[in-house]
């Protein structure tokens, strides 16, 4: 499939009401231009993104995440709109998919569905209960395209028309370069519309054919509204394919998967749960409400209400509710509830007991805390890194360690316990009893 694609993200964005590109607004966890470059990729070697407004930042944030894009600058002062948009596009194969930057649902397989017509231009149509604003396509029964008729532009029969402009195209790469120079800015906006290359080939009796599509999968995103709609119908793909892969989701429509985790296996996840940055799920339960970030579970279970912050591994290991675990290893470990465990290694066996903390951070530096295999940590205890802790060791309730400790020792670091009878008498006062 020798097809170079042409990306318009070039816009202003002026309806997102923001400081922000609007094709940087995000979607399931990326950009929505990330989206689109992702899927493009799937089908061509050759992708151009034509950019104006800020485009400095979105080619920062692209160049994150792709390499061998080529960026194309438009000229917005004096080409306008956007057939003035692909006019810097050189396109390297002989057809040219045109796509839109703000199209965050579009998918590599629906861009296929262009390349089943042999037209020399095809063009995407949907049908639309209510077309009001949207410009009418007028085809035939064979969906062969006359003309393309703006809404304030149509006339009492093409106003009935529902097929509507997707603003989604394939030019033959020849017929594009050809007829480009020919645009004209004519109009009551003094923009150059890639809708007029329709007219022309019409004018050169060269056949243009619409394609029909699905509104959703091509909506494009204009507002924080529009943006709110998109985020829920990717996030039902998103959850839906995993569910067919056999994933188990309580109350899916509460749950929020962003578009680079992965779940492998037979695993659970219930209602609130927020799985981001690329977590990675093998044969695990996730319990209510509880956050994984890019961090790995295998073979465990966390939660309700637990937190796996970045750069955290859980193997084989059971978290419970209020556990906050972040850059650790964990590795057949127990930490039932209410403890903190930061930049740490806990091996087999080892049981953490309520309200532990791994005091990892000074104030200028973060230390390691490294605990080996069957180690009871009692209850309010307070590791404070760097710090290794061996084998078999006891650390008993309440104890702050500040010092490694060996293999099968007890630790413990308590104040003596005083008891005062009749205390309370002397300092309320009996009258108080």
Known sequence: MRTSIAIMAAGFGTRMKSKKPKVLHEISGFPMLHHIIKEAGKISDDIHVILHHQADLIQQMMNVHFQNITYVMQDHNNFPGTGGAIMGVIPKYEKVLVLNGDMPLLEAEDMKAFFKEDAKVVMSSFTCSDPTGYGRVIMDETHKVSKIVEHKDANSNELKVKNVNAGVYLFNTEFLQQNLPKLSNNNSQKEYYITDLVSIANEQNIEVKAVDIDEETFMGVNSKYHLSIAEILMQNRIKKRFMEAGVAMRLPETIYIESDVVIEGECVLESGVSLIKGAKIINSIVKTNSVVEDSMLKNSEIGPMARIRPKSVLIDSKIGNFVEIKKSTLNGVKAGHLSYLGDSEIDTGTNIGCG???????????????????????????????ITIEDDVIIASGTTVTKSVKKGSLAIARTKMKILDGFFYKFFGKNNA
Do not use: H
């Open 356 to 386: 532990t903390i791994t005091c990892n951070y000074d104030g200028k530096e973060k230390y390691k805390t490294i605990i080996g295999k069957n180690v009871f940590v009692g209850s309010d205890s307070q590791l404070v890194a760097p």
